[in-house]
């Protein structure tokens, strides 16, 4: 997988970064995907997915910005400008699948759903604009800088400053004409957060639709449901306005499991999986054997039994911009625009095991982060700061190396030196 010219524009040879649809077709499920596609010009139809409805935003840049409205989608291999919002497009096509139409009645099938709300330009239905009007949002108790125990680039991110009375408002900043211009300069924390959970009535109504399709056609029982996203979204926390710093408010997803009779309801699991446990337990589930290696842990008992306490493997989470695979090698320098993405975040390195989360910034004599989630869950005490917590700042250093070793990271052994502790 290789970023190639104009943004989100991409490439992978298909022999190489296989996907899983593919093994699914050949074990006897029918495959499909509705919604937002961002991985490679080949959507894959055909070889990965029987049926298909998505918006190829690598394929056509120049509409890589329209998220909401006149979409270029790409019906079963054919381009179509598409009117509509796209949430809505997306569930009715979604519920189409399920009741039947464009799948085979014997075979049984998978469907990947992806919504592309609430991304930015982050815009409500017509009819949810203003049904959160008057509420007001938590402002973030490091919403301004300085934060002393914290790495450098914070500075660099600082997407909010005091308005009128001290309330966060968006920094003024140049504006380019780009889908990353997600806030207009000066909207206050209260309307941008209004904003946010209006856009996200469109896909809370598009889901119960999905589960009624399901109950409706006799197959709720029969199926495994999984709801995530690709990242969270910091609302102002320790500053940011984005998905992408390593922080909880940042990164940390939803994900719901349900298929009422085998997963237990109304149970809520504190350990944290990753994406390639998620696949690992889609494939155990479906009976689906991948043939080649894959790095992720099985959390099926986790599922089975989500309040177990008894669970102390560590989970690895990495950032390294816009470059996959081997291209993670050698890591860029202190200084190259490779290190960086979305309001200068550099790449890193994050572990958490029990409570605790590790933070290694891959930034040359830059200082960790390790914070202990039960007593703060805002993470704004670095633990690094405190004498007594360097036993379990050596552990989790190491740790992180090892999983980094496991899952086969090319940077393993060459990451740079952290500052020293004070």
Known sequence: MRMEGTYPRSVYDPQQCRFLPAEFRKQGYHTAQIGKWHTG??????????????????????????????????????????????????????????????????????????????????????????????????????????????????????????????????????????????????????????????????????????????????????????????QGYALAEHGLNQKIAPYDASIASALIFAQPGVIPEGKVCRHPVNAPDLMNFICKSAHVDIPWKTHGRDISPLVKTPESAEWNSPMLFTHTGRKYGSDTAPIPTTDSEDLYIVGKTPWYVMLRQGKYKYIRTLVADETEELYDLDADPEELVNLVFQSAHEHQLNSLRQLAINELKRSDAPFADSMPSTRQRP
């Open 41 to 230: 010009i080949d959507t894959g139809y055909g070889r990965d997915w029987d049926y298909q409805i998505v918006w190829n935003r690598p394929g056509h840049p120049e509409n890589a910005g329209n998220y909401y409205y006149d979409q270029i989608l790409t019906f079963n291999g054919e381009d179509r400008l598409t009117p509509g919002y796209s949430t809505d497009n997306y569930t009715q096509w979604a519920e189409e699948y399920i009741r039947g139409a464009h799948r085979d009645a014997n075979k049984p099938w998978y469907l990947w759903l992806c919504y592309g709300a609430i991304h930015g330009p982050t815009t409500p239905a017509d009819r949810h604009i203003g049904t959160y009007a008057g509420n007001k949002a938590e402002v973030p108790k490091d919403v301004f800088a300085p934060r002393p125990q914290k790495p450098a680039y914070l500075d660099q991110t600082q997407a909010w400053e005091p308005g009128p009375d001290g309330i966060p408002v968006m920094k003024s900043k140049a504006r380019t004409k780009s889908n990353f211009d997600t806030i207009a300069p000066g909207q206050t924390l209260d309307s941008w957060v209004q904003q946010v959970n209006e856009c996200m009535r469109g896909v809370d109504e598009g889901v119960g639709r999905v589960l009624s399709a399901l109950k409706e056609t006799g197959q709720l029982e029969n199926t495994l449901v999984i709801y995530t996203a690709d």
